[in-house]
């Protein structure tokens, strides 16, 4: 059974810190990996999927990478911003690429 | 273009009561998948749907929960006999063949309350 992990499970920083949020998951046999964000009281927001052959995704001050053999994955925020302050959500989708296991997310706090 | 929308945005209900909760994925998305999300928790699949296959239910806690897609766009979640613990918000998503993936969109959620 697919567990994915995120830690660490909240995270507080001043403005314009680069800083990395860790995703795991136990079982290797996935199709992607997805980052997302949510804020409060809101739905998601897809920030980078990362496919089971590449090994990072770039958007913006976002980058994502996977290292599937080994079940982890980081996403890294450049120069964070007040306005990064959300949930970051890492889900694995399974080998058929539909069934989606979420881990607990990260809750950042980026401090003006 | 218009994203994925549920309705209700909330619903208070009795406990015991059936509740039907509705989503209208992206046009043309040919994958549609529902999850809950119980206060302070992440993200926990209940079932979804993939063109004419037969939806993978794995996910539903219970059977007084049941799903339907039809005509290959409009869901329904529906939860009979409602129990307090099933006060969640519960979100939709579809996702549509990327030539190399499945992006998952999210809507905004219904907010559930057992009373």
């Known amino acids: 059974k697919q567990e994915v992990t995120q830690i660490p499970a909240a995270l507080s920083v001043p403005e314009g810190e680069n800083l990395v949020l860790n995703c795991s998951f136990t079982?290797?046999?996935?199709?992607?990996l997805q980052w997302f964000r949510q804020d409060p009281g809101k739905g998601l927001t897809s920030l980078l999927l990362?496919?089971?052959?590449?090994r990072e995704q770039t958007s913006g001050r976002l980058n994502a990478s996977l290292d599937k053999s080994s079940g982890r994955s980081t996403l890294y925020i450049a120069a964070s911003q007040p306005g990064d302050s959300a949930t970051y959500l890492c889900?694995?989708?399974?080998?058929?690429?539909?069934?989606?296991?979420f881990g607990a997310g990260t809750r950042l706090f980026v401090k003006a | 273009g218009a994203g994925v929308s549920q309705s209700p945005s909330n619903k208070v209900t009795e406990k015991g009561k059936d509740v039907e909760l509705r989503c209208d994925p992206i046009?043309?998305?040919?994958?549609l998948y529902w999850y809950r999300q119980s206060l302070g928790q992440g993200l926990e699949f209940l079932i979804y749907?993939?063109?004419?296959?037969?939806?993978?239910k794995s996910g539903l806690p219970s059977d007084r929960f049941s799903a339907e897609r039809t005509g290959g766009s409009v869901s329904t979640l529906t939860i009979q006999r409602t129990q307090q613990e099933d006060s969640a918000v519960y979100l939709c998503?579809?996702?549509?063949?990327?030539?190399?993936?499945?992006?998952?969109?999210f809507g905004p959620g219904t907010r559930l309350t057992v009373t």
């Open positions: 889900a694995v989708s399974d080998s058929g690429g539909f069934k989606t296991i």
């Open positions: 079982d290797s046999a996935i199709y992607n």
């Open positions: 749907f993939q063109g004419n296959s037969a939806p993978d």
């Open positions: 998503a579809s996702s549509l063949w990327t030539g190399s993936s499945y992006e998952q969109y």
């Open positions: 046009s043309g998305h040919t994958a």
């Open positions: 990362i496919q089971s052959s590449q």
